[in-house]
């Protein structure tokens, strides 16, 4: 402390004591949505701050080092703005500010086996994928952002989706992918103009009689699906063998 005394005839008549304290300019947390900032430093004035799609812009305060400074607290209502705390004490002023980044709940891709996806978009969240019926659950991953939890339930079999749900502190979105049986069959077999008689999706051989030196006929097919390839190898020689594959 500071000692004034004040004298008369040098005999002491009074005496003022003064004391200075140092007044910090500075708060000892930041509280956003009644939590504190992990990583607050009072000697860092810049923060950045995540917030779900979604979300409402957060409400923010302080943790004052002494009850003497001068606080003003400005909540932003404009994402593309800052919110900040103004730390003032006798002409003296600090400025806290906090940035919101806006954390998308979304994937930025979907792979079936490896291959991405067919139209995907990170705004549509349900998905058609055909596979053969007798095929098993292909494997399904996925591009995300670090900040995102992510939680993948495959499907049991082709009849059941897998998902994949999106959450970033409580808010979440939820991917669906349906699964689409294929039978891999043909509706009708042709030879030339002919259609094969007794023809059933599921019986795989026939036997086509022909006219000795006739020419081989020229198979073609109608299949149950537009997704199905089939290739077709026509015999060259007579009790040669035309495969649809």
Do not use: H
Not at 22 to 35: D, G, K, T
Not at 91 to 110: A, H, K, M, P
Not at 153 to 169: H, K, L, Q, S
């Amino acid at each position: 402390p500071r000692i004034i005394d004040v004298k008369w005839n040098d005999v002491v008549v009074n005496t003022y004591t003064v004391n200075i304290t140092n007044v910090e300019l500075n708060l000892s947390a930041i509280i956003i949505n009644n939590s504190p900032i992990s990583d607050f430093n009072s000697n860092t004035f810049n923060y950045v701050y995540n917030i779900a799609e979604g979300e409402s812009i957060p409400t923010i305060n302080g943790v004052y080092a002494s009850d003497k400074l001068d606080i003003e607290i400005f909540n932003t209502t404009d994402i593309s703005t800052k919110s900040y705390i103004k730390v003032g004490f006798d002409g003296r002023e600090v400025f806290y500010y906090i940035t919101y980044n806006v954390v998308s709940l979304s994937l930025s891709n979907i792979y079936v086996n490896g291959v991405a996806i067919d139209n995907f978009s990170p705004s549509i969240y349900e998905y058609n994928v055909s596979i053969a019926s007798m095929a098993i659950i292909p494997t399904v991953t996925f591009n995300s952002s670090p900040a995102l939890s992510i939680t993948k339930i495959d499907a049991g079999n082709i009849y059941n989706p897998t998902t994949i749900e999106v959450e970033f502190r409580g808010y979440k979105k939820k991917y669906t992918i349906n699964w689409i049986p294929i039978e891999l069959t043909l509706t009708e077999i042709k030879y030339g103009n002919t259609k094969v008689s007794r023809f059933k999706p599921d019986i795989y051989q026939y036997t086509l009689n022909i006219a000795e030196g006739e020419t081989i006929p020229q198979l073609s097919c109608t299949a149950s699906s537009e997704y199905i390839s089939y290739p077709i190898e026509n015999a060259i020689a007579p009790k040669g063998t035309s495969t649809i594959v």
